[in-house]
């Protein structure tokens, strides 16, 4: 049997992570596009230099042609620019509300089949409009948001709990960024929810509610430190992840950002939710009750992705 094809639109910080990754999981042969000559060319010849020491097989492909992606099976799409100082919202949105325009005219063309995972920010609005640049299903699809909120949720947790990571379960909903829901009563040890854990005295909410907040502000703590760029050994694993459960039909349950037509009450918008990934792309959403003040959380974080939105078709009225 041929072997799977990712290819990666955008060969930067997390392209680059993504491919190295996806071979050391030997997911399949990787093809790195970006604008930059030479960039994607130099990390797949490097990577494809460590794969005798690492034991994987996978073929390398740098390239400034979409020609190249033909047939992949899965393609993530980092492509963009990240927000500079002094750039408004609107400028960034424009900027890469014209690279998913390009991106996904090069999928729509030579790679119509594939599972798509949209990274690029700002990620609710920019999946959206990718969507509609591909013209590919909407189950086919998505973007990641979600895995990386509840790594970093669970990372958190099991910092404070003391446990293993693999024990630690975290659920999370709505949009990426400040807005985003943890959701204590459906995030766990082993089962046990972090509102029995309070009462058992393994934490208190007050540094529950701290954790929380550090998960919120997670893409800027790390842009704190590095100064010269945004996470991304965190989102390249999660975006792997998701393209792991669809080439493999794992059916796993991951918060993704998934276009909802009539789900939680809404239509035409991607925001984050938890789905089935497997082979059919996202199979199901699934739609859990949420309480009062959830569902005031979500809905905040739901107007600030429709902002984006809207803030889009401005921008572009024929992606509307
Ligand atoms: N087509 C293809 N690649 C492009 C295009 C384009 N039109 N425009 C820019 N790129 C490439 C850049 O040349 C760069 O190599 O996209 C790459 C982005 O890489 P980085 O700047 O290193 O950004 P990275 O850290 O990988 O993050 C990518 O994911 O989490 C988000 O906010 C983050 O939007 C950003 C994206």
């Known amino acids: 049997m041929a072997r799977n094809k990712i290819a990666l639109i955008g060969a930067g910080q997390i392209g680059g992570t993504l491919a190295h990754l996806a071979g050391l999981k030997?997911?399949?042969?990787?093809?790195?596009?970006?604008?930059?000559?030479?960039?994607?060319?130099?990390?797949?010849?490097?990577?494809?230099?460590?794969?005798?020491?690492?034991?994987?097989?996978?073929?390398?492909?740098?390239?400034?042609?979409?020609?190249?992606?033909?047939?992949?099976?899965?393609?993530?799409?980092?492509?963009?620019?990240?927000?500079?100082?002094?750039?408004?919202?609107?400028?960034?949105?424009?900027?890469?509300?014209?690279?998913?325009?390009?991106?996904?005219?090069?999928i729509r063309k030579y790679a119509p089949n594939a599972f798509v995972i949209c990274i690029t920010n700002p990620l609710d609005a920019m999946v959206w409009a990718l969507q509609k640049a591909s013209g590919l299903p909407k189950t086919m699809v998505v973007g990641m948001a979600g895995v990386l909120d509840s790594a970093r949720f669970r990372h958190f947790l099991a910092e404070e709990f003391d446990v293993s990571v693999e024990d630690v379960t975290a659920f999370v909903l709505g949009g990426h960024g400040d807005t985003m829901v943890p959701l204590p009563r459906y995030s766990t040890v082993a089962g046990i929810p972090l509102p029995d854990l309070i009462k058992m005295g393994w934490t208190s909410q007050e540094r529950l509610d701290k954790i929380i907040q550090r998960t919120r502000d997670g893409g800027a703590e790390i842009v704190n430190l590095l100064k010269t760029g945004s996470a991304f050994y965190a989102p390249a694993a999660s975006a792997i992840a998701m393209a792991d459960a669809y080439l493999k039909d794992k059916k796993r349950v991951m918060p993704c950002a998934a276009y909802l037509n009539g789900q939680y009450g809404l239509k035409d918008i991607y925001v984050g939710v938890p789905v089935v990934i497997g082979a059919k792309g996202v199979e199901r959403v699934v739609e859990i009750h949420l309480d009062r003040d959830e569902r005031v959380m979500f809905d905040k974080s739901v107007a600030s992705v429709q902002g984006l939105i809207e803030a889009c078709i401005k921008i572009a009225p024929d992606l509307g």
């Not at 994607?40 to 390239?63: C, H, M, N, W, Y």
């Open 26 to 106: 030997e997911l399949g042969d990787i093809v790195l596009f970006d604008i930059m000559e030479g960039i994607p060319q130099g990390k797949a010849l490097d990577i494809a230099e460590s794969a005798p020491v690492d034991g994987f097989d996978a073929k390398l492909t740098g390239t400034q042609g979409y020609e190249a992606i033909e047939g992949a099976d899965v393609v993530i799409v980092t492509a963009g620019v990240p927000r500079k100082p002094g750039m408004s919202r609107d400028d960034l949105l424009g900027i890469n509300l014209k690279v998913m325009e390009q991106v996904g005219a090069g």
